[in-house]
């Protein structure tokens, strides 16, 4: 009796750890958060955390397409400038208050508020009114967003945006406003955080993680199979590989250039290899002497041999750039090249030097250029190999590096000649990249340009509602943008990751979104 007992207790205790382990996944981020308050959020590390605890009313599924968010459908106008969306019923948030459309029209009026200061407002200026509430030209009630009832969301759009639903996926999050009045800025803080995603604020511990626990409220919980889920800093790659094989982390958000081969041959169920339409680029300060010259910032494009980055240094299935604006999102338009670039290396260096020589420098008196970059390993060599290929020329080259919020903040603020610059578009759609130049972009056109030509093309493209003639119309502007050069693309990204195969649901995709309600992590 006593021996059954014994074997009954055993597997009462097995029983009751296995019940008790829990399904997490450990993530590689790419940077420490500076806030988790959506509507705050300036790069792409604090958003990535911040879809998983807020939703909108659109969502990314697993592959990047736009399902339904909070809001179970939507219906547009004949003209596209009218939405109106839908709410699924019994919405809470997680402290289990109701979430309604007041909510929405709230949170929509927060972001657009000046006071607030978001870096991203002005991606969503297609909303009627949106630019000028931004601008405090108009209070916040003006904005285009209302409550019909407490489940039906009214939106107007100063033009047709047939990207809208995709911007919404990531943009327009909303916030509790019982809390956000109630608690102040730091709202979004552990123990304070209240959220409507699939998971809820758990832990932060500064350059350790941030801990996502499975928000029980959440419309669709059932359907989430992740108890929890980690974002750790991992700017120090090599740091990352190491907690990988360690067993640390599941994720590696990118491998160090000269790992892959070691990743083909040690750990090829967990490489990821796959083209992305992420961007990678240089940015001039266009207001700050001397960068304010055009005729300097074509002859250090110039002197950029962009084939000999992505296929000699980087080899990892990175394409050369010579526009901002990804092939992939051009429809039958075609990749697009300034024709100052198109030449040979020798004339293009000849040009550049006449350039300088134009523009007062020669070897006695060459230009001198401040690079600045964010201290990531691949960032930092890449940025070694194009001031290399600068020296071809009378320039002499300083590099800093910096941490990376630094490096945002300072971009952001005007604090800078030249920087290197990343950007994962909002939208699988031209105005996704060239919004970035947009003399209305605020704090995301970091090279302050302005040119009335440029705007006024975004203007036309905005209006224009046949597909192929809109396509021609960014054409038009590539290409006044590509005179300009405000920015020297360098190269598209591929992604190379570390995915480990117990996490079942990571799809490869050029996007490569992976919300953690469709994850699942087996043993």
């Known amino acids: 009796m006593f021996k059954q007992t014994a074997i009954i ?43 998983e605890i807020f939703m909108g009313l659109t969502a990314a599924g697993p592959r990047g397409q736009v399902l339904p968010g909070i809001a179970e459908s939507w219906a547009v106008s004949e003209d596209g400038r009218t939405y109106i969306w ?69 939106m107007e759009l100063e033009h047709a945006a047939p990207y809208f639903p995709q911007l919404l996926m990531h943009r327009g999050l909303p916030v509790p406003r019982h809390v956000v009045e109630r608690v102040g800025p730091r709202w979004a803080r552990p ?23 499975k928000n029980p409220r959440f419309f669709d919980a059932r359907a989430v199979a992740l108890d929890a889920l980690y974002f750790h800093p991992s700017e120090n790659l090599n740091a990352a590989l190491n907690q990988f094989r360690a067993g640390s982390l599941d994720v590696v958000p990118s491998l160090p250039q000269d790992r892959v081969a070691w990743a083909q041959e ?23 002497p001397p960068f304010d010259d055009i005729r300097l910032r074509q002859a250090l494009s110039m002197a950029i041999d962009r084939a000999v980055l992505a296929n000699n240094f980087l080899k990892g299935g990175e394409l050369a750039a010579y526009t901002i604006v990804h092939p992939d999102v051009r429809g039958e338009q075609g990749e697009y090249q300034p024709s100052f670039l198109e030449q040979d290396r020798a004339a293009r260096l000849e040009r550049a030097e006449e350039l300088l020589r134009d523009a007062g420098y020669d070897r006695a008196s060459p230009l001198k250029v401040m690079a600045r970059f964010n ?94 003639k809109r396509l021609a119309i960014y054409r038009q502007a590539e290409r006044v943008i590509g005179q300009d050069q405000p920015v020297a693309p360098l ?33």
């Not at 109701?98 to 929509?108: E, G, K, R």
């Not at 598209?492 to 480990?500: I, S, W």
Request: aromatic share 10%; proline share 6%; glycine share 6%.
């Open 266 to 288: 040690n750990t090829p169920d967990a490489l990821r290899m796959h083209p992305s339409l992420g961007v990678e680029f240089l940015v001039f300060n266009t207001t700050r």
């Open 375 to 468: 201290n990531q390993d691949i960032v930092a060599a890449t940025m070694d190999v194009v001031a290399r290929m600068w020296s071809r020329l009378p320039v002499t080259v300083e590099l800093l590096g910096s941490d990376t919020p630094t490096l945002y903040a300072d971009t952001r603020s005007g604090n800078f000649d030249v920087a290197r610059a990343a950007w994962y578009p909002e939208a699988v759609d031209p105005s996704a990249y060239l919004y970035l130049l947009n003399s209305t972009s605020g704090p995301m056109n970091q090279s302050s340009y302005s040119n009335p030509d440029f705007d006024a093309l975004l203007d036309q493209a905005d209006r224009e509602t046949h597909p192929q």
């Open 191 to 213: 123990g304070t955080f209240v959220g409507n995603g699939a998971f809820t604020l758990d832990e932060w511990v500064p350059q350790s993680h941030v801990r996502l626990n």
């Open 86 to 154: 839908a709410l699924r019923e019994g919405l809470v948030w997680s402290d289990g208050e109701a979430l309604t459309a007041a909510d929405i029209v709230y949170s929509y009026r927060r972001l657009l508020d000046p006071v607030t200061a978001s870096p991203f407002a002005s991606l969503l200026y297609p909303i009627k009114n949106a630019e000028a509430v931004n601008t405090s030209q108009v209070l916040p009630t003006a904005l285009g967003v209302t409550a019909r009832d407490d489940l039906t969301v009214v």
């Open 491 to 523: 190269f598209y990204y591929a992604y190379r990751m570390l995915v480990t195969p117990n996490i079942v649901g990571w799809e490869n995709y050029n996007r490569n979104l992976h919300p953690g309600r469709f994850l699942a992590f087996r043993d």
């Open 9 to 51: 207790f055993s597997s009462i205790v097995w029983l009751a750890s296995v019940a008790l382990a829990e399904s997490v996944v450990h993530r590689g981020n790419r940077g420490e958060p500076d806030t988790l308050d959506p509507h705050k959020t300036a790069n792409g590390w604090e958003a990535s955390i911040a879809t």
